[in-house]
Structures are given as structure tokens and as C-alpha cells.
């Protein structure tokens, strides 16, 4: 062999090695809490409560300052994310509990993205709660995309933090000294260490990670360990009384507790921290620059369980909380951060909602959706690269309480409540550019605009058999 096709042998390998890089898929990596307002954190305005890690991979990143969720509860708004269907395509609508263990299980036919991801060539894990089918069902995470589940299954179970039992893939994992007398073992901590080990385990081949932790939800509790001591003595505090462990104790129940104020900072801190592990294992392992992290809450702020989202400002000022279709109630934080990918310190005022996850990821791991959705990538957004599409408008409904549908477009959201109640349902409307906080209800002056927004919740809306909902007329 000669000088010459030495030459040409070594740049055609350089070239491979070049192109190898260029394929190569991300590792990605989506945190989801639960119940999290958009203001519990310090990078959102949050001056109470300590949220270190997620502040910093928010310096190092891109903020979202108007992201929404797919609803204002769990199951519903998960349902969207995994889909990337809105609420009123999305085949689960509403909490829908199952007995004795689970909630309404996705369709067969239904697609989730994690799906999408596996057949790209991911190895995928989920480990927190889950809320979309129970072990056994056609919504089992097994079915719906996931190689690997560890955790709560069923979000009624989530309610304790000290559970009976937690769900390994289809073996019932009994946690030995919970039995709702005793408090023995920590459920998130447990969940946690099943998180780390998966990175570790797959560190060489690209790997999706779904993180829906518990935390912060109620009930309120933790150990009394380094994160509640803390905030232990940092706050006058009113006692919540609730259904305490014991022999008259339910699953679904929220316990008692002393200091709820310091103990939901704890649990925001601790969630926090985990979020620190997670990335602190991905350094280790040397896998920063090819894994992308986004992080999110399912819906806003809560009050359930002796929760106080009024005094750590938890929706930021917003309207609302969580089952509301205000503001405070869909309005969340989103942090992306990818080393080297992403710049640092960025915010960005483009409109995303979780149904725009399912079009971002599959572009991520360099495929396409296999189902027509709701979304639009917003991945031009984070790489500063292309063009950015743009929703026409966005919407959400909520099948509680009467029932609520809501649309946002153009910088007007319109809000019917009662819906399921046709002789007391009315309309509100907001300049939501004007009037973020949503303050002036502004229907009565605009029917015009009333009713051409009500003709967007017509079309966005359509039945299904297990969520029938009450049509607009176009009056």
C-alpha cells in the first residue's frame, strides 16, 4: 500500500468517525413532577424554597415562559404528553379510576412516542407514576412503550408516600414494613435508585429516560432527614389534619401533618436534588453532551393534603391552580438543557404545550411520528435552528367539576365553565398578553370575539365513547 492510499484510507476514516458522530442518537432524558407549580421554582420567581440543580440546568439552558400542560390533572395531561393529542382528541379526558388498582388504560390503538422511540432503536425506562393503565391492561407501560417500569402504577396508590406495594414491569414489588400502620420505606427514594442504576446500565446505547417522580403531590411527607431540616423551623406553620396512617387509613387518603409548610419545601428541595443525582450521573459517565434533558410539572400548583400554594406564591402570580383551566392551573415550567447543543441563558416566549413533546422527541431520535397529532416540534426553538412553527390555537378541557373547556388563541383565551350544565354555564375571556393574571373578564364587551373563539372549541372538540362531553352550539 502506498503513501497515497494511506492518505486516502485515513480521511475516509476520519470521514466514518465524522459521520458515526453526526448519527448518532441523543440520550433523552424528561422529568415530569407532579402537581408542581409554575412558581415552586427559583429560576420562575421562587424565593422560599431552594431548587439549586433545576436553577442551574436552567442558567445553562432555555426557560420556557408559556408552556402549558395538557390539562389541569393528572391522567388526562399525561395521556396528551404520551400522545401528543390534545384533550379534545386525546383518548383519556379525565381521572377515571379503575378498582381495585388504576385508572382508564389507553387503547390498544393507541400510539405513545415512547413507542415511536423504541422502534428507532432506544432502550426505554419509566420510573415514577404512571396513571394510564394498570398492570395486565392495554395501557400497561410494557405495552405503551416501555422496555422497563418501576414505580406507582396507579395514581390513587400515589396518594402515600409510604405504599403497600410498588409495580416492577408486571411483578408486584411488597415494601416490607408499609402496610399503612407502619412507615418504613420511602417510595421516591426506592424510585430513585431504580432511575440511576437504568442510566448506568444502558450507557452505552442512546436510551430514553421518563422520570414522572411523585414530588411534590400530596400527601405531604418525608423523612426527617437533611431536606426537612432545612425548612424544619423556617415558617409559622398551621397544622393540617388529615387521614393518618392506621388501621382506619385508605389508599387515597392524605396524612396529617405537623408542618406542612416545611414539608412540601422539603419535598420540592428533595425532588430537586434527585433531579442534581440524575445529572450528576450522566457527567460521571461522561454522557452530558449527548443526552438532552427537558423537565416539566403535569399541571399547576396544588392545595390538597395541607399544601399552601398562596403563601410560597406557587403559581407565580397566575390565576388558578390546579383543576382550574386559569393560568395557574396549565401554565408550567419547562427547562431544557442540552451541553454544547443548547445555549446557555436563554428564555424563549414561543407557546408550547405537552402535546408538542411527542413531534420533539421522535425528531430527536431522528425519526417521525408514526400517527398524525396535535403537535409541532418546537426543536428549532431549542437549537436556534430553522423555522419555528406555530399553534393556530390551544386546548384544553377538564370533565370534573361540571365540566370546563378552554381555547387560546392569538393572545385571547376563552373559558367556558359548566359546561356539563347547559342552563349555568357562561363564558369568561382574557387578553392573556395584556392580562397574564387573568383579572378582567372581559365577555361581556367582546361577543364577537366570544364567538369566534367558541367556534375553535367546537372544532377542537370530538367525542369519544369513554369521555362524552356536551357539544357547543355555535351561538
Known amino acids: 500500500m502506498n503513501k497515497t492510499t494511506h492518505i486516502i484510507t485515513f480521511i475516509l476514516f476520519l470521514l466514518a468517525l465524522s459521520s458515526n458522530a453526526q448519527s448518532k442518537k441523543p440520550n433523552i432524558v424528561f422529568i415530569l413532577a407532579d402537581d408542581l407549580g409554575i412558581g415552586d421554582l427559583g429560576v ?47 383518548y383519556v379526558r379525565g ?19 415512547a413507542m ?42 400515589s396518594h402515600r408516600y409510604y405504599p403497600t406495594h410498588l409495580w416492577h414491569n408486571s411483578d408486584r414489588v411488597e415494601l416490607k414494613g408499609n402496610d399503612l400502620s407502619n412507615k418504613e420505606l420511602y417510595a421516591p427514594t426506592l424510585i430513585q435508585g431504580h432511575t440511576l442504576q437504568f442510566i448506568e446500565e444502558n450507557k452505552d446505547k442512546p436510551f430514553f429516560l421518563f422520570v414522572p417522580t411523585v414530588l411534590p403531590h400530596a400527601e405531604l411527607a418525608g423523612p426527617d432527614d437533611e431536606y426537612f431540616k432545612m425548612y424544619e423551623n423556617a415558617f409559622v406553620e398551621n397544622p393540617h389534619k388529615g387521614e393518618d396512617y392506621g388501621k382506619n387509613a385508605t389508599i387515597a387518603g392524605y396524612a396529617s401533618v405537623e408542618k406542612p409548610r416545611a414539608t412540601f419545601a422539603a419535598m420540592v428541595t428533595r425532588m430537586d436534588a434527585y433531579v442534581g443525582q440524575i445529572v450528576a450521573k450522566l457527567d460521571e459517565l461522561g454522557l452530558r453532551e449527548n443526552t438532552i434533558i427537558l423537565f416539566t410539572s403535569d399541571n399547576g400548583a396544588h392545595r390538597e ?58 425528531e430527536l431520535g431522528k425519526t417521525s411520528p408514526s400517527i398524525q397529532n396535535d403537535g409541532i416540534s418546537f426543536l428549532p426553538t431549542l437549537l436556534n ?18 365540566g370546563r373547556q378552554a381555547v387560546l388563541s392569538k393572545g385571547w383565551k376563552l373559558i367556558k365553565q359548566k359546561v356539563k350544565i347547559p342552563n349555568e354555564s357562561y363564558y369568561e375571556l382574557y387578553n392573556i398578553e395584556k392580562d397574564p393574571f387573568e383579572k378582567n373578564n372581559v365577555a361581556r364587551s367582546n361577543p364577537k370575539k366570544v364567538k369566534q373563539l367558541s367556534k375553535l372549541i367546537n372544532k377542537a372538540h370530538i367525542e369519544n365513547e369513554i369521555y362524552p362531553f356536551i357539544q357547543f352550539s355555535d351561538n
Open 44 to 90: 420562575y420567581g421562587q424565593e422560599k424554597i431552594k431548587t439549586p440543580n433545576l436553577d442551574k440546568l436552567a442558567d445553562q439552558g432555555i426557560t420556557f415562559t408559556q408552556f402549558y400542560a395538557g390539562t389541569s390533572v393528572c391522567a388526562p395531561s399525561r395521556a396528551s404528553l404520551m400522545t401528543g393529542m390534545h384533550t379534545g382528541h386525546a
Open 95 to 113: 381521572n377515571k379510576e379503575i378498582e381495585p388498582e388504576g385508572q382508564e388504560p389507553l387503547a390498544d390503538s393507541i400510539q405513545t412516542f
Open 116 to 157: 415511536d422511540l423504541q422502534k428507532a432503536g432506544y432502550t426505554t425506562g419509566a420510573f415514577g407514576k404512571w396513571g394510564l393503565g394498570m398492570v395486565g391492561t392495554s395501557g400497561d407501560p410494557n405495552l405503551k412503550g416501555f422496555d422497563t417500569f418501576f414505580g406507582y402504577n396507579c395514581q390513587r396508590q
Open 305 to 362: 393534603g395541607g399544601a399552601d400554594p398562596d403563601f410560597f406564591n406557587s403559581t407565580a402570580g397566575y390565576k388558578g391552580a390546579k383543576r382550574s383551566l386559569y393560568e395557574g392551573g396549565i401554565r408550567t415550567p419547562l427547562i431544557v438543557n442540552w451541553k454544547n447543543k443548547i445555549s446557555p441563558n436563554q428564555q424563549t416566549i414561543h407557546i408550547g404545550a405537552f402535546w408538542d413533546v411527542y413531534n420533539t422527541l421522535v
Open 385 to 402: 435552528q430553522g423555522k419555528q412553527n406555530k399553534h393556530k390555537y390551544l386546548y384544553w378541557e377538564f370533565h370534573e367539576d361540571g
